[in-house]
T-cell receptor
Framework: GAGVSQTPSNKVTEKGKYVELRCDPI?????LYWYRQSLGQGPEFLIY????????DSGLPNDRFFAVRPEGSVSTLKIQRTERGDSAVYLC?????????????FGPGTRLTVT | AQKITQTQPGMFVQEKEAVTLDCTYD???????LFWYKQPSSGEMIFLIY??????QNATEGRYSLNFQKARKSANLVISASQLGDSAMYFC???????????FGAGTRLTVKP
């Protein structure tokens, strides 16, 4: 079946601009996660959704970052007033639900470059 | 706070030999899960193996096994019979059952030599 998809695969934007990154989870997966991976590092947790609500947004670095999942499926990560330090690969993952034993399936990521 | 440490930035192994990738973690939680992921140069994160903190037996999945030593807070990944396609970054991760964020280590780059 189809895996997690993310669009766009690459995004180049100028400092100060607004960007939206989209994630389509695996059908039927209720839990959705966003991570940021900087070069040479492991993924860093940003936010987690269970259904439509953000159950844990403690990883969002500041109020320029926001994410929504209005219908409990597709999610959009929104970054306002982008800064060069936001450049990274943004990974989305989904799992069957939020219980402990279910592994997360990752998408291919969106590489964001802020110039 | 949870912390995952992978002390080997890079490892080399000869094809067909076994290799152990180290992972230690720090948590005050009693209930948690440990995961290993593989990230090839293409960038996707591939789930390999899971170990629950209350599981008494070490997890195994094909050529992957997890050497879980709870008292030492270590969860090393053992890959047996290495293949050229195993060359990739490997990340150890932990998720506490009290929350849902997954913490990852910095990764180990494994290179399998023919």
């Amino acid at each position: 079946g189809a895996g997690v998809s993310q669009t766009p695969s690459n995004k180049v934007t100028e400092k100060g601009k607004y960007v939206e990154l989209r994630c389509d989870p695996i059908s039927g997966h209720t839990a959705l996660y966003w991570y940021r991976q900087s070069l040479g590092q492991g993924p860093e947790f940003l936010i987690y959704f269970q259904g439509t609500g953000a159950a844990d947004d403690s990883g969002l670095p500041n109020d320029r970052f926001f994410a929504v999942r209005p219908e409990g499926s597709v999610s959009t990560l929104k970054i306002q007033r982008t800064e060069r330090g936001d450049s990274a690969v943004y990974l989305c993952a989904s799992s069957l639900d939020s219980t402990r034993t279910y592994e997360q399936y990752f998408g291919p990521g969106t590489r964001l470059t802020v110039t | 706070a949870q912390k995952i440490t992978q002390t080997q930035p890079g490892m080399f192994v000869q094809e067909k030999e076994a290799v152990t990738l180290d992972c230690t973690y720090d948590t005050s939680d009693q209930s948690y899960g440990l995961f290993w992921y593989k990230q090839p140069s293409s960038g996707e994160m591939i789930f390999l193996i899971y170990q629950g903190s209350y599981d008494e037996q070490n997890a195994t999945e094909g050529r992957y096994s997890l050497n879980f030593q709870k008292a030492r807070k270590s969860a090393n990944l053992v890959i047996s019979a290495s293949q050229l396609g195993d060359s990739a970054m490997y990340f150890c991760a932990m998720r506490s059952f009290n929350n849902n964020d997954m913490r990852f280590g910095a990764g180990t780059r494994l290179t399998v030599k023919p």
